[in-house]
Each structure stands twice: as structure tokens, then as C-alpha cells.
């Protein structure tokens, strides 16, 4: 997996740790402000992501645990009430970025192409996904493995359905998302507590 420009995170998460964080993330009680702190700090040592903003019911998913991906989260990553991270096939999800509420990020595919035999009998393709610095998934958005990269500082509308590649600083909607503009030519990732 290639890695996107800026990142400073730690090495990927690992197994055991990521198993700890997945159930920690299902097993939360949203209600209670308390727990809600308390699960946020353990994540975030658990997935070495310092700053990782967590909100409620978020879901760092493998439904096929023999494809247990490598998880890698960069500082300042907010992930937004709702957010369902699919591991399976690995994720790079790198500084300061955010990924708003309900967003997906599916990194397996089931292979379909054999009509003779039910697709579950069919292979499962890993599918590797990185997120850049600095981007901004909107809510709901959808990213799909054959996406392979959200490149550093684009911003992915809401409900959008990401199924190939986002350049740098480009701004796609829709479903599909298509890039619908850029941001400023001379954009830098401002860093997000920077006034
Ligand atoms: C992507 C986004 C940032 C673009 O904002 P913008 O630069 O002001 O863009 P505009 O509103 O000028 O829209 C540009 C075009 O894209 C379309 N568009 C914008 N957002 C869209 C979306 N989410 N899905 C589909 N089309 C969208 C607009 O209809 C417009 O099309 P037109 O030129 O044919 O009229 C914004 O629309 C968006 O989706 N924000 C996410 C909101 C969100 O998730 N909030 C949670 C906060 S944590």
C-alpha cells in the first residue's frame, strides 16, 4: 500500500491491538459522556492515532476475520458518528483528516464473475484503501476499494459514492463522484487547529 504525502503516523496497527479497538468501538456506551472520553483516549492509544476524534457508534469492521487488514490512522483523525471502517483489506487513513457522520469505507469485494456457483463460494479480493492528509469525507459518503486513493486534501461531497481514484485537492460528488471543481491551485492542508 502506498502511503499518501505527509504522513507521520506510527507503524500499522496490530492484530491483537485492532481486535481489543474493534470490540471496544462495538461494545461503547454512546449515551454516557464518560465512557464515550474513556473509549476515545483507549482507541487512541489502541490505534496509535494521536488526537483520533471518535464519535458514537463507530464501527471498525472485518466480516471475513481470515482477511484481517493492517489499519493505519495519522494524527488528528476525526471519525464522524456512525462511521463503519471496513479493515479487511488494510486502510490508510492519514493526519487530519475527516470523515463526517454515516461515512463507509469498504476495502473487500466478493468475486462475482462465475454465474455457476453462488457468489459466497467465490473468492474474497482484498482491496486496500488510503485516505490523504486533510481530506474531508462528507456524511454518508461511500468509498469503495476500486477507489484505491482519496488523495491529500480533496473533499468528497455527502452521499457521494466514490468508485475510482480522487486526485489531490479535488472536489467529487455524486454517484458515482465525478470531480466537480478543485480547490484553490495554491491550497496547502492547513493544519486544522491552526487560527
Ligand atoms: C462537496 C461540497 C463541500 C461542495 O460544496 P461547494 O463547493 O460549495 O459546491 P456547490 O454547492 O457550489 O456545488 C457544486 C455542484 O456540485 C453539486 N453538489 C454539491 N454537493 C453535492 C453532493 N453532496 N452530491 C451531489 N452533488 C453535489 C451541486 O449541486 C452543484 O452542481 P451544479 O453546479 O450542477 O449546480 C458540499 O456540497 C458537501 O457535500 N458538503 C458535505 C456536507 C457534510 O457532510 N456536512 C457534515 C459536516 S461534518
Redesign the pocket.
Same mark, same amino acid.
Given at each position: 500500500m502506498t502511503d499518501p504525502g505527509g504522513w507521520t503516523g506510527e507503524e500499522a496497527v496490530g492484530r491483537r491491538e485492532l481486535q481489543v479497538a474493534r470490540l471496544l468501538a462495538l461494545q461503547a456506551s454512546n449515551d454516557i459522556p464518560g465512557v464515550r472520553t474513556l473509549r476515545a483516549r483507549w482507541l487512541c492509544s489502541l490505534l496509535r492515532a494521536p488526537g483520533l476524534k471518535v464519535g458514537s457508534g463507530v464501527r471498525l469492521d472485518c466480516s471475513h476475520p481470515q482477511l484481517l487488514g493492517r489499519l493505519r490512522l495519522g494524527r488528528d483523525v476525526e471519525l464522524?458518528a456512525g462511521t463503519v471502517l471496513d479493515v479487511s483489506g488494510g486502510l490508510v487513513i492519514a493526519d487530519e483528516t475527516?470523515l463526517?457522520?454515516g461515512v463507509m469505507i469498504l476495502t473487500h469485494e466478493h468475486a462475482i464473475s462465475d454465474r455457476s456457483r453462488h457468489w459466497r463460494m467465490q473468492s474474497i479480493d482484498a482491496r486496500p484503501v488510503v485516505i490523504g492528509r486533510g481530506v474531508?469525507l462528507?456524511?454518508?459518503?461511500i468509498v469503495l476499494g476500486s477507489a484505491r486513493t482519496v488523495g491529500e486534501g480533496a473533499? %468528497? !461531497?455527502?452521499?457521494?459514492i466514490v468508485t475510482r481514484e480522487i486526485p489531490p485537492f479535488a472536489?467529487?460528488?455524486?454517484n458515482p463522484a465525478r470531480v %466537480? !471543481?478543485w480547490r484553490g491551485r495554491d491550497a496547502r492542508v492547513a493544519p486544522s487547529n491552526a487560527n
Open positions: 464522524g475527516t463526517s457522520e474531508w462528507g456524511a454518508r459518503a473533499v %468528497v !461531497g455527502a452521499g457521494s472536489v467529487a460528488v455524486g %466537480v !471543481g
